[in-house]
T-cell receptor, first 115, second 114 residues
Framework: DGGITQSPKYLFRKEGQNVTLSCEQNLNHDAMYWYRQDPGQGLRLIYYSQIVNDFQKGDIAEGYSVSREKKESFPLTVTSAQKNPTAFYLC??????????????FGQGTRLTVV | AQSVTQLGSHVSVSEGALVLLRCNYSSSVPPYLFWYVQYPNQGLQLLLKYTTGATLVKGINGFEAEFKKSETSFHLTKPSAHMSDAAEYFCAVSLTGGGNKLTFGTGTQLKVEL
């Protein structure tokens, strides 16, 4: 079945550690996105990529890093510089259109907790 | 810059009653508009979207939304609520030439009571 797979579903991190969240898609989509979800704040864009080997910062990129070495993979690293990393992280993908308006398909999310 | 406002972070309805979830956007150009649903600890699922054409959009699970340019609104409705509709609902917008990025509202938690 086509879709987006995020792993792990739950992740615990000690303060000062970097952790990497995995996101893989087999939808053959060019664009991929990382969102952070906090209660009452909706989804906020961390990073996005529209083509392999290229990515752009979203609204809250500080303390995060990404890579896009393969079309199907877009891992997110939460670094120790991220002051408040506890949140629900969602990965999404879409086709790229010249005019916008493409539906985003979402993974099931990773819940990161700092302990 | 575009933004999305969802009025009411929590909405409660009785089973069988009308569901109305409000969404207003701010944009200097006509946007593309979306409604997504999220069940606990799950990802988001698309309910419906408006791109161009007919302003009344029908989606899955009996939901529909109407794009009203004059009111900059895209409210979500369902004639008769079901217990399975209890979830969080997000309105989102993307702009022409905006790289397909979605900007989300803060969400509305829908509770359906017997």
């Amino acid at each position: 079945d086509g879709g987006i797979t995020q792993s792990p579903k739950y992740l615990f991190r000690k303060e000062g550690q970097n952790v990497t969240l995995s996101c893989e898609q087999n939808l053959n989509h060019d664009a991929m996105y990382w969102y952070r979800q906090d209660p009452g704040q909706g989804l906020r864009l961390i990073y996005y990529s529209q083509i392999v080997n290229d990515f752009q910062k979203g609204d809250i990129a500080e303390g995060y890093s990404v890579s896009r070495e393969k079309k199907e993979s877009f891992p997110l690293t939460v670094t120790s510089a991220q002051k408040n990393p506890t949140a629900f992280y969602l990965c999404a993908s879409s086709i790229v259109t010249g005019t916008g308006g493409a539906e985003a398909f979402f993974g099931q999310g990773t819940r990161l907790t700092v302990v | 810059a575009q933004s999305v406002t969802q009025l009411g972070s929590h909405v409660s309805v009785s089973e069988g009653a009308l569901v109305l979830l409000r969404c207003n956007y701010s944009s200097s150009v006509p946007p593309y508009l979306f409604w997504y649903v999220q069940y606990p600890n799950q990802g988001l699922q698309l309910l419906l979207k408006y791109t161009t054409g007919a302003t009344l959009v029908k989606g899955i699970n009996g939901f529909e939304a109407e794009f009203k340019k004059s009111e900059t609104s895209f409210h979500l409705t369902k004639p008769s609520a079901h217990m399975s509709d209890a979830a969080e609902y997000f309105c989102a917008v993307s702009l022409t030439g905006g790289g397909n990025k979605l900007t989300f509202g803060t969400g509305t938690q829908l509770k359906v009571e017997l």
